[in-house]
């Protein structure tokens, strides 16, 4: 797996997923961790679904995503 791995600032709150996003500029895909304050940003969206949902599985929570692809 290669990934850059990005900080987020906290948001006060704690969402209970992981999120799969577009990257603004269509380069990647970021998967953003439960509470945001970190991102991986991947080349290909079959990376990025792989690894939202293994760090899903270590946290207990769901893998959504606005991109409009399936999620199991």
Do not use: T
Not at 35 to 51: E, S, Y
Not at 58 to 63: E, F, H, I, R
């Amino acid at each position: 797996m290669s990934a850059i791995i990005l900080k987020f600032p906290p948001r006060g709150r704690f969402d209970l997923h992981v999120d799969v996003e577009r990257e603004a500029n269509d380069l990647g895909w970021f998967v953003l961790s439960p509470d945001h304050r970190f991102g991986w940003l991947h080349g290909d969206w079959d990376g990025a679904i792989n690894d939202a949902r293994k760090i899903a599985r270590d946290y207990g929570v769901a893998v959504i995503s606005s991109a409009g692809r399936y999620v199991p």
